[in-house]
Each structure stands twice: as C-alpha cells, then as structure tokens.
C-alpha cells in the first residue's frame, strides 16, 4: 500500500516534470521570448459611466485576426490579459447591448511590456426599445460532453432533476424512479462537480429542477474523472448569482397525491466574497395500480397465484446547505460548502391475493409489503485554485471532500387472512456508509493551443451494516430472531489513481488524450462464516477524444474510453433477505467487476441563421463481465435473485437530436435514441443469450404568445429484453403552461403529467417451472402548480464565468 501511493507521488512529479516547457519552467516556450507582457484596465458605460461587467477583451493578432489571450471583466469592469508575448496587438472588445469596439496598434516591448485601457467607454447600441433575451439551445457540445440546458425549459416548474432527465434521449427512469443512461444504471453523479454519497437514482429524485442551470451528460469521459460506472458521467450544474448584491429565488409546489415541494436560495456576493445559503423540504410520490400474475407448473398440478392493489415509492426529505468563496484576485479561489439532507424513503405495496390449484381457488389473502429508509447524507467539500502568474489556464488546484451517511432501513412483509395477522417477517439494518477523498490537480498551458494536465485522487471508503431478520410466531405473537438470515458485515474499499492528459487544438482539429491508473483494495468481513476475498488490483484507463471544425461551424466527435463497473457491497453479501411473500434476494461473494470499452461517433451542424441545430451520434459499448440478476427457485413456491457475471453484452446504437425555431413564438426540439442490445451469457449451464432492438424518442413543441407560454412534451420508449424476459414500451404526454409577471421576477405555472394515462411498466419473466407477469400503470393524470419569485441578480446574465472545476 505504502509502496504503491510513493509510486503515485513519484509518477505525478515525473509527469509535472516532463510537461514543464523548455527552458526550465520559467514560462519560455519555443519561439517566445521569456518577457511576458499584460494588457489590462477597465470598462465603463459612455452614457452612465457605470462598469459594465462580464464584458469580453480578447486580444488578437493585427495581421492573422488568431486570438493569442482574453480575458471577461469582473463586476467591477476590470479585467487582465497577463503572459502575452512581445509584440503588436489588436483589442476586441464586445458584450450583448453593445457596440463591439476594436483598438489598434497596441505595442507591447521589453521597455514597456503592459499596457493599461483605463475606464474605455463601451457604447450601448442605440434602439428606441431594448428587450435582451437570452436564449441558449436545448443541447450544446464540447470535446468530451454534451451539455442540456435546463433554466430555459418550461416544464421545470415543481419537478426533480429526475424528471428532467426523462425528457432526454440517452436517458430512462423506470417506475420507482431508477435512472438509466443509455440502458445502464450503473454511471457517476456529481453535484457541481462533487460525488454525492447517495445512489445515484435516489440523490437525482430529491434535487429540485429550480435549483439546476445545465446537466451536462458525459457518456466517454477523460482520464481525470474516475473509471467507475458503465455509461458514464452525469453532473449537475446548479444556479449561481452573478452579480454583486443579494439574491434570492423561491419555489412553492404542490399536487395531485400530497406531492410538494419548496426550495429557496439565497445569495450575498460583495467584492472578494460569495455567500450562499440554502433550504428544501419536498414530498414526492409515484402512485400506481398493480396485478402480477406467477404461474407454477408442477408435475401433477398448475399453480395460479393472482394478485392486485397499489404500490407507492414515496421519498420525503428535507435539508439545508451552506458556502463561502473567496476571490481576492485573479491568483486565488478558495470555496468551502456543506450541504445536509434528511431523507425518507416510503415505499409500500398492498396487495389482494387469490390462490388457485388447476382453477380451483383455495385460499385468499392479503400482503403489506412496507419500507422505511430513513437517511442523513452530509457532503462537506473544501476548494482552493491557485492561478500561476493570473493565468487561469496554468494552475494548480486541491480538493477535499468528505461523504457522510447513514442509514437505518426497516423492511416488513406481513400476511393477512381474514383480517388476521398469519404470517410476518422483518428486516432492520443499520449502519454508517463514509468516504473521504482528496484531488490534487495541476494544468499547464503550452504552445499551439495545447495544455497538459496531471493529478493525483485518493479516496477512502468504509461501511458497517448491522443487518437483524425476524420472524412471526403466531403462537407468542411475538418477533423471534433468525439468527441465519441476520450478519454484521464490514466493508473497507479504497480507490487511489494518478492520471495524465494532453489536448489542443491545431486549426480546425481538436485532440485529447489520456491514461488514468487506479489502485483498488477491497476487504470485507462477516460475523457469519463467509470468506472474502481480499482485492489488491491495479487497473489502467486510457481515453481519447477527436473533433474536426468546420467553417460553417459544423463539427465531427470521436471518443474512447475504458471504463469499470465494481459491485455495490452488498452485492456480495451472501445472506437472504425477504423482499416478498414469495421471494427472497441474496449476494454473491465471487462477483468480479465489469470493465466496459465505449466508442462514440458524433456529428453536430447548426442551422442556418441561427435557428437550430442537429445531431447525430452513433455509438457502441462493450462490457465485459456483464453483471446480471437471476432467478431461480430457492424454495417450493420462493424465488431467489442473486447477481452474476453473465458473460458479454454489447450495445450499439444511434442517438438524433434536432432543435429548430420556426417563429419567434414556436420552436421545435426532438430527439430518438435507437441500439440493438446482444446478451451472450450462460451459468450453470443455462444459456441467458438474448437481444432486442430498443427505442425511444421525444419531441417537445414550444409555444410563446403574448407573455403566455406553452410546452407539450410527448415520449415514446420501445420494450426491451432481460437476462429471462422482457418488457413492453409506453407512450407518455406531458403540457406545462406558464405566465410570468412583474417583468418576469415572478412566474406561475400548471404542469399536467401523463395527460392521457398511457403510461405503463409492463413485463414479462421465466425462471425455470415459474412464469412471471407483471402489470404496473401510474395513478393519471398528475397536476402540479408552482409559483417561483426571483429577486435581484438571479435573472439571466450574458457572461463566461468559469466554473468552479472543468467538469
């Protein structure tokens, strides 16, 4: 261990070394001179004299119009080019609203090497009446990363980040609210470019869409970002303030099924520092009518078990964060913010049982099947940035960041006939789940527009879980403990990586390319007599990324990424835990992880004018390992479902999109994702082979009239094909219509959701003598109402801030 982070440390200073330019790292590239000069000053309005902010100064050559450095204005209308090399330049300087102004002949030599624009009048473009609208696309795209814009959609209003994600392609959110990208669960959340403690499914449910600027969707991340899940990357962008003074932005909700929520954010910037507090309280619930359907053949008899009710997967939660961020100069950011969150998980079904042998009924029974996850999530991350020389593309940045949680779950299945209480089982666990982590960063600017990057990531993570199963005694009436289906189990896994990467840009081709190593070690111990294997692995991680330009702004993406998928720890738990009256779920202690090669593809064209854009990305990845839930029978009338690694599965697929403004007050944005999906696995001798052609698409049509806004957003996802089965597709409809007042400070909307109830979970499963059929239609239509207030600064501003981190 000690062994393997010095060879870390040593890797990361070889790798600083070997990228410092020539002539001893003291900024002297080739055919430079080592005198540096800066242009710097600042901008104020002709008419008010008032600093104009966020204005962009981009110094150019005078002879080929090639950008050599830039810089945007601060609050206060100052900005600073600093590391230009000697010579002659041309100043542009250009912001929304205003004249874009050009100044020549500015000479920068060894005698006189700045040159400073103090208080440069910008001229406001001259109009009888102004109206800025800003208006960004649906979908942007970079080099590793496509980028949703979600402050601009209308039917945000009262919904979670989960049921933003509905609205794209790549993206899937199945009953309970489990979020799949491009057909896999398994992929990393950040928040603002920090990990979040919690699944990645559950963290997404509890996020307000009021709170969110942009998600940015990575589907082949870089070297830097860690190796862990199968389809990538989702990180959430929240709304900052821009400008100086104090900020506020509330959102009251609420709806049909007790659904509400509110959120309020509150924001202080003054000079060098920010403030920002925090509050949400939300109660959010998926109702729906349920029939299963489980037939048993026996050698002699045909056994039919018939069951109908409602089910819920209710969360309620609740919490409050808090930050600070210093910015004396353009050498220092330091940020540090804490966010808590309460959250309970209610989800429960109760069902009407019937019970027949060859069409005889014979008996009738009814199940609650109740859950309660209570959790306490607390992210605490601390930031500082340090700009070499105010260049804010050489710097070196730390980061720490502790996750913690815990947990207390309480599952219970009770059985009743005739109004009594026959049979009963429940299960409690409990336990902390905390992980530490640390980045140390540098980047390092270098000639012809390329940079190299280099860091090194440490996490550690542990878990106790004190798992107790109890069952019914009709005789007593009481609980008794089952001693062989309870275990304490502890779970150690840590994760160390170095990774390096180099990218630029030569004419109209841009080019990245990457390797990240990663340590794991892994150990778990039981108080029930199961051996572990202990992990000692070192693991590498390569990753490459192509663009092409084109002068009508049009552009060409090719990416690679490997990737891994670990198990989740109790997935190796190998104790059963009852999830029903009739199955049971356990762990498997020889799972090995899933390693992934992804491919992309992808094509970008604007549309002329302005007035949109397409896409097309074709893509295709591979897993190795492939790990899989099976079924099988554990007991007369009991299923069990343990994980597996299957063998390989491959999906190849082709992702359109298309956005386009017809009018000023009607705009069109859709999008499909269609890929074929080939399963080719066995265990124990039963072939699990299998594939399907799945598809999905949305189109979502705009209407803006007179102050009234109108969205109707309609979905359609084809069926697909399981390991043992397969499920059916579902049309969905949703309409938002929304008003603002008070020069758009106050907004109020009604969103109705799956309109024409077609919306539907239905599935079909075989495991060896038992054939399952499941029927599942959310509760429709649902209504929300949703009244937002934003105070002072939290309006759209024209600005190219940089983020706190280059996710």
Same mark, same amino acid.
């Given at each position: 261990m000690k062994k393997l982070l010095s060879s870390l440390i040593i890797l990361f200073i070889g790798l600083s070394t070997w990228a410092q330019p020539p002539g001893g790292g003291q900024g002297k590239f080739r055919g430079q001179n080592q005198t540096k000069g800066e242009i710097f000053g600042s901008v104020i309005d002709s008419i008010t004299s008032k600093p104009v902010g966020y204005a962009t100064i981009v110094a150019l050559n005078p002879k080929t119009d090639k950008m050599l450095g830039g810089a945007v204005t601060d609050e206060k209308g100052t900005f600073s080019i600093p590391d230009l090399p000697l010579g002659l330049y041309q100043l542009k300087i250009t912001f929304v609203g205003y004249n874009t102004t050009f100044i020549d002949n500015i000479k920068l030599t060894p005698e006189k090497s700045t040159y400073q624009l103090k208080n440069f009048q910008l001229s406001p473009t001259v109009l009888n009446? =102004?109206?800025?609208?800003?208006? $960004?696309?649906?979908? /942007?795209?970079?080099?590793?990363?496509? %980028?949703?814009?979600?402050e601009d959609q209308l039917n945000t209003d009262g919904q979670t980040a989960t049921e933003i994600l509905e609205n794209i392609p790549s993206v899937t959110v199945s009953a309970d609210g489990t979020v799949s990208l491009r057909g896999s669960s398994s992929f990393t959340l950040l928040i603002d470019g920090i990990p979040t403690a919690m699944d990645?499914?559950?963290?997404?449910?509890?996020?307000?869409?009021?709170?969110?600027?942009?998600?940015?969707?990575?589907t082949n991340p870089s070297a830097k970002f860690d190796a862990e899940g199968t389809s990538g990357v989702i990180n959430i962008i929240t709304?900052?303030?821009?400008?100086?003074?104090?900020?506020?932005?509330?959102?009251?909700?609420?709806?049909?099924?007790?659904?509400?929520?509110?959120? =309020?954010?509150?924001?202080?910037? $003054?000079?060098?520092? /920010?403030?920002?507090?925090?509050?949400? %309280?939300?109660?959010?619930?998926?109702?729906?009518?349920?029939?299963?359907?489980?037939?048993?053949t026996y050698d002699s008899v045909v056994n039919v078990l018939l069951s109908k009710g409602e089910s819920n997967w209710r969360r309620q939660s609740y919490g409050a964060g808090g930050g600070i961020q210093w910015n004396p100069n353009n050498s220092h950011l330091l940020s540090l913010r804490t966010d808590l969150r309460w959250t309970d998980m209610i989800p429960y079904s109760i069902l009407e049982y019937e019970n027949y042998d060859d069409d005889s009924l014979i008996e009738t029974f009814r199940t609650d099947a109740l859950n309660h996850i209570e959790l306490f999530n607390n992210t605490t991350n601390f930031y500082y940035q340090y700009n070499i020389k105010r260049n804010k593309e050489h710097n070196i940045s730390v980061k720490a960041i502790a996750n913690l949680k815990y947990v207390t779950q309480n599952d219970?299945?009770?059985?009743?006939?005739?109004?009594?209480?026959?049979?009963?089982?429940?299960y409690t666990e409990t336990g902390p789940s905390n992980s530490y982590r640390f980045n140390l960063d540098y980047k390092l600017p270098l000639s012809n527009d390329s940079k190299f990057e280099t860091g090194l990531q440490a996490q550690f993570g542990k878990s106790g879980d004190i798992g107790r199963n109890y069952v019914y005694n009709d005789v007593t009436g009481e609980?008794?403990?089952?001693?062989?289906?309870?275990?304490?189990?502890?779970?150690?896994?840590?994760?160390?990586?170095?990774?390096?990467?180099y990218g630029g840009k030569l004419k109209g081709f841009g080019y990245q390319a990457g390797l990240r190593a990663e340590y794991t070690y892994r150990e778990i111990t039981s108080t029930q007599a199961v051996e572990f294997a202990t992990i000692n692995r070192l693991d590498w991680f390569p990753s490459a990324?192509?663009?092409?330009?084109?002068?009508?702004?049009?552009?060409?993406?090719?990416?690679?990424s490997r990737r891994i998928k670990r198990p989740r720890s109790w997935f190796f738990e190998p104790f059963v835990t009852w999830e029903g009256p009739y199955s049971v779920r356990s762990g498997n202690p020889d799972l090995n992880p899933e390693y992934i090669n992804a491919f992309e593809l992808s094509f970008v064209k604007p549309i002329k004018q302005r007035k949109g854009f397409f896409s097309a990305e074709a893509y295709q990845r591979i897993n190795q390992g492939f790990m899989g839930w099976i079924s099988t029978v554990y007991d007369e009338g009991i299923l069990i479902r343990k994980p597996y690694n299957l063998g390989n599965s491959t999906s190849s697929g082709l992702e359109l999109s298309v956005n386009y403004?017809?009018?000023?007050?009607?705009?069109?944005?859709?999008?499909?994702?269609a890929y074929y999906y080939d399963l080719n696995g066995s265990i124990d001798d039963v072939d699990y082979s299998t594939s399907s052609f799945n598809y999905g698409g949305r189109i979502t049509n705009s209407f803006d009239f007179k102050g009234w806004m109108v969205q109707l957003v309609s979905r359609y996802r084809s069926g697909s094909v399981t390991a043992q089965g397969e499920s059916l597709g579902a049309f969905i409809q949703d309409i938002t219509v929304k008003k603002s007042f008070w020069n758009k400070k106050l907004s109020v909307s009604l969103q109705s959701r799956n309109v024409l109830a077609t919306d539907r979970r239905v599935s079909f499963s075989n495991t060896q003598n038992v054939v399952l059929n499941s029927y599942e239609y959310p509760i429709a239509p649902g209504f929300m109402a949703t009244v937002s207030l934003k105070l002072n600064n939290y309006q759209k501003v024209f600005e190219r801030q940089e983020q706190l981190d280059d996710f």
């Open positions: 009446t =102004v109206e800025v609208v800003g208006e $960004k696309p649906l979908v /942007t795209y970079e080099i590793d990363k496509k %980028v949703i814009n979600v990645a499914s559950d963290a997404l449910a509890t996020i307000p869409a009021s709170t969110i600027e942009n998600i940015e969707i990575i709304k900052k303030s821009k400008l100086e003074g104090i900020s506020c932005l509330v959102n009251l909700s609420a709806g049909r099924f007790n659904n509400y929520n509110g959120d =309020v954010s509150l924001n202080i910037k $003054k000079k060098k520092w /920010t403030f920002d507090v925090t509050a949400m %309280v939300s109660d959010r619930g998926r109702p729906r009518t349920q029939d299963n359907e489980r037939i048993t219970s299945t009770l059985t009743y006939e005739g109004g009594n209480l026959t049979e009963g089982n429940i609980y008794d403990l089952n001693e062989l289906f309870s275990s304490d189990v502890d779970y150690r896994r840590d994760v160390h990586a170095a990774y390096a990467i990324h192509l663009s092409y330009s084109f002068k009508n702004k049009s552009q060409v993406l090719l990416s690679y403004k017809f009018t000023k007050w009607y705009t069109v944005n859709a999008g499909a994702n």
